[in-house]
Antibody
């Protein structure tokens, strides 16, 4: 059974930093792209970043480019999101997602999410 | 950037009735279109990919159609567990983008 468990959320100050983690199990982690997707309170879904199986290719939404860094540790079956220069509009539930089980760049399995609140 | 627009924002339907949800892309995405369902307090769930292929374990009452810029998700006979928010997502190129969602509520 695929399991994705996010951690690292909480209350953070504008301009601050944090690192989200996602522990993966139930599938061959190093065979798949992985993603972060976020959802602001009461709003829709926004893709944040994707990372290739071996970490060699990464893509970001424009609004986080240069501030956020996606990474992975295949030996630990873990996905990360380093978030710097936080802004109030980064406040959201952040989901870790497994990409491409069905052969497309879709978010096929999701974690339960971790809430990041950016406020002074 | 390709913008995805969903309509209507809210759809009121009685149980057992048919629901038709629309998703429009500002440029062609071919058939690189997925649909997700999200219930309150839960993560989204993949329903449809490739515009019309059901994901594993998705009931046959869910069907997708369309290509290019116009797409439809149809729920043939709404069950109580189908009242939720539905999002479309295009994946033909970067950035990956979602529509704003359609809330299907009980009439």
């Amino acid at each position: 059974e695929v399991q994705l468990v996010e951690s690292g959320g909480g209350l953070f100050q504008p301009g601050g930093s944090l690192r989200l983690s996602c522990a993966a199990s139930g599938f061959t982690f190093n065979n798949h792209w992985m993603s972060w997707v976020r959802q602001a309170p009461g709003k829709g879904l926004e893709w944040v970043a994707n990372i290739h199986q071996d970490g060699s290719e990464k893509h970001y939404v424009d609004s986080v480019e240069g501030r956020f860094t996606i990474s992975r540790d295949n030996a630990k079956n873990s996905l990360y999101l380093q978030m710097n220069s936080l802004r109030a509009d980064d406040t959201a539930v952040y989901y870790c997602a497994l990409v491409g089980i069905v052969g497309a760049t879709t978010f096929d399995y999701w974690g339960q999410g971790t809430l990041v609140t950016v406020s002074s | 950037e390709i913008v995805m627009t969903q309509s209507p924002a809210t759809l009121s339907v009685s149980p057992g009735e048919r629901a038709t949800l629309s998703c429009r892309a500002s440029q062609s995405v071919s058939n690189n279109l997925a649909w997700y369902q999200q219930k309150p307090g839960q993560a989204p769930r993949l329903l449809i990919y490739g515009a019309s292929t059901r994901a594993p374990g998705i009931p046959a009452r869910f069907s997708g159609s369309g290509s290019g810029t116009e797409f439809t998700l149809t729920i043939s006979s709404l069950q109580s567990e189908d009242f939720a928010v539905y999002f479309c997502q295009k994946y033909n190129n970067w950035p990956l983008t979602f529509g704003g969602g359609t809330k299907v509520e009980i009439k």
